[in-house]
């Protein structure tokens, strides 16, 4: 059996595929993640392609895009498991944002503080404290 994924996006590619034994299935993960009925509405003619979204970013194309393309449909299954319609239209800038600060910052899913934020707030109480201790002593 040979099982083909990745950029069949086309019933006629795919179909193309099927009959001149280059695939036995094909895998549509990616535009599952946009689209959870694609298949049925590829299988019942109700559309002809799957979505196909073109997530470019201007932040050293050839180097990046692969993982942030990764993150973006991450976000988009993310939407799904917790009951949300998911989003074509959501900057990759965004998820990376959310992203870094969900690993970094603060992740409200888990109520987890990370260290790197405890360690912002302290050094801020510090400087607070010191600035605060500073006025105090020249008044």
Known sequence: ??????????????????QE?????????????????????????M????????????????LLDPALNSLWYQRQIELLSIGKDSDPKLSILYT???????CYIWDPASLRVSPILLALISAGAIVV?????????TE
């Open 129 to 137: 404290v010191g600035v605060g201790a500073n006025f105090l002593l």
């Open 21 to 45: 034994g280059k695939a036995d299935l094909i895998g549509l993960a990616r535009p599952l993640c946009i689209d959870p009925a694609i298949a049925r509405d590829l299988l019942s003619g």
């Open 96 to 102: 990376l944002s959310v992203t870094f600060a969900r």
């Open 1 to 18: 059996m040979i099982v083909q994924t990745g950029g069949f996006r086309t019933t006629k590619g795919m179909e193309t595929a099927i």
């Open 47 to 62: 559309k002809d392609a799957a979505p196909s979204e073109n997530n470019e970013c201007f932040l050293a194309k050839s």
